[in-house]
């Protein structure tokens, strides 16, 4: 069984960091690109970071560009998410998941492409 939990989340104030975590089990961690979403209150989840299996490539989404940072340990089969100078408008769940395939690919935002995802853990910015 696939477990993916996130853990990390929490308030900011704007111009703050925070650095989330995303533990997996139950899939052969190596083979999979992984991924972390936002998705704020009522919106839909969109794409924030994606990871290539070997930590050779990554993908941001155009508004944590610069600011966030993607990476993740084969060995713990941990994902970890930094982000730095965030802003209100960085509010909301923060979900892993992971890839059917081992790259992100250009489509790394369309969510049909992952199989498996956390149950999300939250973070609010304060202005």
């Known amino acids: 069984q696939v477990q993916l939990v996130e853990s990390g989340g929490g308030s900011v104030q704007a111009g703050g960091s925070m650095s989330l975590s995303c533990q997996a089990s139950?899939?052969?961690?190596?083979?999979?690109?992984m991924a972390w979403f936002r998705q704020g209150l009522g919106e839909e989840r969109e794409g924030v970071a994606c990871?290539?299996?070997?930590?050779?490539?990554?993908w941001y989404g155009d508004s944590v560009q610069g600011r966030f940072t993607i990476s993740r340990d084969n060995t713990k089969k941990t994902v970890l998410l930094q982000m730095n100078n965030l802003k209100p408008e960085d509010t909301g769940i923060f979900y892993c998941?992971?890839?059917?395939?081992?790259?992100?690919?250009?489509?790394?935002?369309?969510?049909?492409?992952?199989?498996?995802w956390g149950r999300g853990t939250p973070v609010t910015v304060a202005s």
């Open positions: 139950g899939l052969n961690f190596d083979d999979r690109a």
């Open positions: 990871i290539k299996w070997n930590n050779r490539s990554t």
């Open positions: 998941a992971a890839h059917f395939s081992s790259s992100c690919s250009s489509w790394w935002r369309d969510q049909e492409r992952y199989s498996d």
